[in-house]
């Protein structure tokens, strides 16, 4: 599934708790990310799962996600993978602003994208609600 999560400088400006007099510097930022930004999400249900003590084995990969994890999957049936992303090219400018020491605008970037991946999360919340119904469990995979 693609998303559209655009924002405008107001709301940029509000999210990120800036005074009116950096609207201006704001506003290349904004366009910057609404152009970079290619949201995306999905997730897969599995009904067939192998759980051991330092975390689970779906489709002969192993995920060891540690025994606190592992030990809160007991006893689950099946397992919800949601994989989401706002593309490779954001932490590209993200990584450019940092290497031409432009903080300000690499820490607004990352600020943003956290914004958005929040915003992608609320989006696919009914498959947690559909999982937890059936006795699953939801695992949350989340790439900038």
């Not at 249900?45 to 996600?65: K, Q, R, S, W």
């Amino acid at each position: 599934m693609v998303y559209n999560l655009h924002i405008t400088t107001d709301e940029a400006g509000a999210l990120l708790e800036l005074s009116d007099s950096l609207a201006d510097q704001l506003e290349g930022v904004v366009e910057a990310f609404n152009h970079t930004i290619h949201p995306a999400g999905g997730y897969r249900i599995y009904e067939t799962i192998h759980l051991d003590a330092d975390g689970f084995v779906l489709e002969g990969m192993p995920f060891h996600t540690g025994h606190k994890i592992a030990h809160a999957l007991r006893g689950s049936s099946s397992l919800a993978v949601v994989s989401i992303t706002l593309g490779e090219d954001i932490s590209r400018l993200i990584e450019q602003y940092n290497k031409e020491f432009d903080f300000i605008t690499a820490y607004w970037l990352d600020k943003l994208s956290n914004w958005a991946l929040e915003q992608l999360m609320r989006l696919l919340k009914l498959i947690k609600k559909a999982v937890v119904e059936t006795a699953g469990c939801l695992i949350a995979l989340i790439v900038l």
